[in-house]
């Protein structure tokens, strides 16, 4: 990393030492009205300078800020995973050393910045997640080996607590042509809560009875692993209205929300794309907020969501 480089980061909102005070950890946190309409859909709540029951185009870590402190009960984060390097974008930053195979490179301007840009971009956005959530509330990042370092680092010097680690397992990824590495076949989520008191909400007796049947890694009555066996195909209505490079299917957000929030709850989705979190946090009556910088996947969202909650 340049001299520069590192002067940058320095500037970057970082909490660099110390446990969150014991003030901020005990503030009472409230639930949100659950007017419903006729179709059973929550109906849009104002909170701080935003409503809920809707997608922002705009930039997440400008946007928050008119959240208040501890508003919000589930992060479902989808950040971009800076895997984008060459194609029809600049070559500014070269190719994208020491990773490669398989991996589909999206080609989006969203997704190719420095590995310094990245870092900061990574504990900008975090820094404003962990101020939004609340302490019995969770974040559920996802990355692959391009970025799940990166996030996991930038955690660590926000004292945010990882909580686990989960591999999502592909079961259907596609091979590795080349023949020159395997094939990968997983990604990266990490469940992480604000830091100091453990007060996050985890509901563990579903996560060992309830119906997972479409994951053959799970048994029933067993606690579950660390390791999913979720498949990635997405049914043709979660792509009806367009499809998103990086959309991933409505199934795994599901299960976060499952595991750790309840109806009525706030689900905030930093990164929107086509929706598939928001669309998640409709179906199982949550409200949500989210964010998305391209408008084109902003509209995508609205139309899936304009769908109501099935
Ligand atoms: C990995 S994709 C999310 C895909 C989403 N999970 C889905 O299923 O469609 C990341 C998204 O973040 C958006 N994005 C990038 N930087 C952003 C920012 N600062 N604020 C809000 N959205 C941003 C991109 O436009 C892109 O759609």
């Known amino acids: 990393m340049t001299k520069e480089a590192t002067q940058d980061l320095q500037t970057a909102p970082v909490k660099r030492r110390g446990r969150p005070s014991k003030s901020s950890v005990d503030l009472p946190t409230q639930s949100l009205p659950q ?33 208040p402190d501890q508003s ?20 500014q930053y070269g190719t994208l050393p020491g990773f490669g195979g398989s991996w589909r490179k999206i080609a ?30 969770s974040m559920w990042v996802h990355g692959t080996y391009h970025s799940a370092g990166v996030t996991n680092v930038a955690m660590q010097m926000l004292e945010v607590e990882i909580i686990n680690e989960i591999v999502w397992y592909k ?4 091979p590795n042509l080349a023949g020159r590495r395997l094939t990968a076949s997983h990604e990266t989520i990490l469940w992480a809560h604000r830091g100091g008191k453990r007060a996050y909400r985890f509901n563990y007796e579903h996560s060992k009875f309830g119906d997972f049947s479409d994951d053959d890694l799970k048994s029933p009555g067993k606690q579950m692993r660390t390791v999913w066996d979720l498949p990635n195909n997405k049914p043709r209505h979660e792509q009806a209205h367009g499809k998103h490079p990086a959309q991933k299917p409505v199934r795994l957000a599901k299960r976060f929300i499952e595991l750790s929030a309840g ?39 609205r139309a899936r969501l304009s769908r109501g909650a099935k």
């Open 108 to 137: 989006q301007v969203w997704d190719d910045m420095s590995l310094h840009d990245y870092l900061a971009f990574t504990l900008s956005w975090l820094t404003e997640a962990r101020r939004v959530l609340k302490p019995t509330g």
């Open 72 to 91: 919000v009960d589930i992060i479902i984060a989808d950040p971009p995973y800076n895997a984008s390097k060459g194609n029809e974008l600049t070559m």
């Open 35 to 67: 007017h419903r309409d006729e179709s059973g859909n929550l109906q849009t709540v104002g909170i701080g300078g935003l409503e809920t029951q809707r997608v922002y185009h705009g930039n997440f870590i400008e946007m928050v800020s008119q959240l």
């Open 263 to 301: 109806p009525g709850d706030l689900c905030l989705v930093p990164f929107a794309g086509s929706g598939s979190e928001c669309v998640a946090a409709q179906e199982a009556g949550l409200h949500f907020i989210g964010f998305d910088t391209d408008e084109s996947y902003v509209e995508i969202a």
């Open 171 to 174: 079961r259907n990824s596609f």
